[in-house]
């Protein structure tokens, strides 16, 4: 079937440190990859997307790259400050309709 | 408004009692998506509305839930007699309609089935 895995949470880390969190999907076709972030208190917003393979997504000082030979859309940041402390979800869409398939979501923790 | 919204933003009921859920989304946006996220884990689609188009219900868990859209506004989510496992946080999100547009999401209404 079609879905998302992601890392489990938390991931607790020191500001400044690198942030890896991985994404893999199985799919049909070419879909579309997504990060989405969940910051205390709000709403989830779009972090960043990539719409083929070799694309990449970036925002914020985060990048994910679409790796279609090994189906992993992972997250990376190469300095994390407290402020990047959130819940993060990978998700693919579908050609059709783009309705998304979320992953569990990771907890991240920035400590100063 | 600016964003998507939802009301009401916490909902408490009894078991077998039935609730709506409302969603107003960004004026303009074709695509109106409903999504429910339980305690802990990731987002479910439930339903999808596009434009004039027949819905995609392909998500929706039995057929206690149920949705509504009026042209290319407000939304409605109806659950019948609800059950405990139905508590969750349930999210709307509206997008231009395109294939790669982003979604954006409400703040969510908290459903509490005592």
């Known amino acids: 079937g079609n879905s998302v895995t992601q890392m489990e949470g938390p991931v607790t880390l020191s500001e400044e440190a690198f942030l890896t969190i991985n994404c893999t999907y199985t799919?049909?076709?070419?879909?579309?990859l997504f990060w989405y972030v969940q910051y205390p208190g709000e709403g989830l917003q779009l972090l960043l997307k990539a719409t083929k393979a070799d694309d990449k997504g970036s925002n914020k000082g985060f990048e994910a790259t679409y790796r279609k030979e090994t189906t992993s859309f992972h997250l990376e940041k190469g300095s994390v400050q407290v402020s990047d402390s959130a819940v993060y979800f990978c998700?693919?869409?579908?050609?059709?309709?783009?309705?998304?398939?979320f992953g569990g979501g990771t907890r991240v923790l920035v400590k100063p | 408004g600016a964003g998507v919204s939802q009301s009401p933003s916490n909902k408490v009921t009894e078991k077998g009692k039935d609730v709506e859920l409302r969603c107003d989304p960004i004026?303009?946006?074709?695509?109106l998506y409903w999504y429910r996220q339980r305690l802990g884990q990731g987002l479910e689609f439930l339903i999808y509305?596009?434009?004039?188009?027949?819905?995609?219900k392909s998500g929706l868990p039995s057929d206690r839930f149920s949705a509504e859209r009026t042209g290319e506004s407000v939304s409605t989510l109806t659950i019948q007699r609800t059950q405990q496992e139905d508590s969750a946080v349930y999210l709307c999100a509206s997008s231009l309609g395109g294939r790669y547009d982003e979604q954006y999401f409400g703040p969510g209404t908290r459903l509490t089935v005592t």
């Open positions: 799919a049909t076709g070419y879909p579309s």
């Open positions: 004026s303009g946006h074709t695509a």
């Open positions: 509305f596009q434009g004039n188009s027949a819905p995609d």
């Open positions: 998700a693919r869409g579908k050609a059709a309709g783009n309705k998304l398939t």
